[in-house]
């Protein structure tokens, strides 16, 4: 699915190819009429027409195509959609859904194999949008914006990062990846971080996602840009997907569990499960395994 660095590699491709463009017409293939959300595809044609594109906008995975009049025309991708802009004259391609045709003949064209993405024209982008937690590259993600997101919670520290409405953007290529880095158990309660862990956790979720925008986004099956291209990060994570091969760092097997429905990359020994109760000493002697513990 693509995260927040494939949707805003997207962001910055197409913002100069629709800019200044006049939509003459929109489109949704018959039996794609699912992906249309509030207003009908007929609807969104005549609304449409004759306006023009301004720029487009990113907030968490969704991308907002704002047009002259102040609406915006919101795009979710969400499991294999992809945007592409064809020049004028060229050829149809499989698994199109729909297709806004612009001043000159070129088609900025929604293909989607699973037909899970959408596309809902608003008055303001945040009507399309559900809860969503701050933007990870934005000012306004500190260490502290983190921890309000996380403290008091019992949930694996993964399954905190995957949630829209604590951070926006986050999915599993770069949930798997910042826990990497910054060297915690994906199954570690969220609100158990200590100062420290949340400095590096929040110094490698913007790392990542940096690292992951400078590549083009990472194309592991269905990601691919404005021009069909993948982008190049699956070649420079750490643990996503790398189950059973040598971590960089320490040699150990990187190994594959599941944490929340999603399946979850790490290396157990850069990412030990800690054990915080370590330091509780009991006064009565260990029974377990019929042993007493050594004093
Ligand atoms: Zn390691």
Redesign the pocket.
């Known amino acids: 699915m693509p995260e927040l660095p494939e949707v805003e590699t997207v962001r910055r491709q197409l913002e100069p190819l629709i800019a200044g463009r006049q939509v003459l017409g929109f489109g949704v293939m018959p039996g794609a009429e699912r992906l249309m959300r509030g207003r009908s595809a007929p609807e969104v044609d005549a609304q449409l027409n004759g306006r023009t594109f301004t720029s487009v906008t990113r907030r968490g995975k969704y991308l907002g195509l704002n047009l002259d009049n102040g609406q915006v025309v919101v795009v979710h991708l969400r499991m294999t959609g992809s945007l592409r802009f064809r020049a004028s004259g060229h050829e149809e391609e499989a698994f199109t859904r729909a297709a806004f045709d612009l001043d000159g003949g070129d088609q900025l064209r929604f293909v989607d194999v699973r037909k899970f993405g959408t596309i809902d024209l608003v008055e303001r982008m945040e009507e399309a949008l559900p809860e969503l937690g701050p933007e990870p590259l934005s000012d306004e993600f500190t260490v502290d914006a983190l921890w309000h997101a996380l403290r008091g919670r019992q949930i694996a520290i993964k399954a905190a990062l995957l949630d829209q409405a604590n951070i926006a953007g986050i999915g599993n290529i770069y949930a798997d990846e910042a826990l990497f880095l910054s060297r915690l158990n994906p199954e570690a309660p969220a609100g158990s971080l200590r100062p420290a862990e949340r400095r590096e956790l929040h110094a490698a979720i913007r790392r990542v996602l940096e690292d992951g925008v400078a590549h083009g986004g990472a194309s592991f099956r269905d990601y691919t840009d404005v021009d069909g291209a993948e982008g190049e990060q699956q070649y420079f994570v750490r643990v996503f997907r790398r189950t059973d091969e040598p ?1 960089d ?2 040699d ?1 097997t990187i190994r594959r569990i599941v944490v929340g429905g999603r399946a979850t990359h790490f ?1 157990p ?2 990412q030990p499960v800690r054990h915080r109760n370590r330091q509780v000493k009991s006064t009565r002697p260990r029974r377990a395994g019929g042993t007493l513990k050594p004093r």
């Open positions: 971590c760092d320490c150990a290396c020994k850069c």
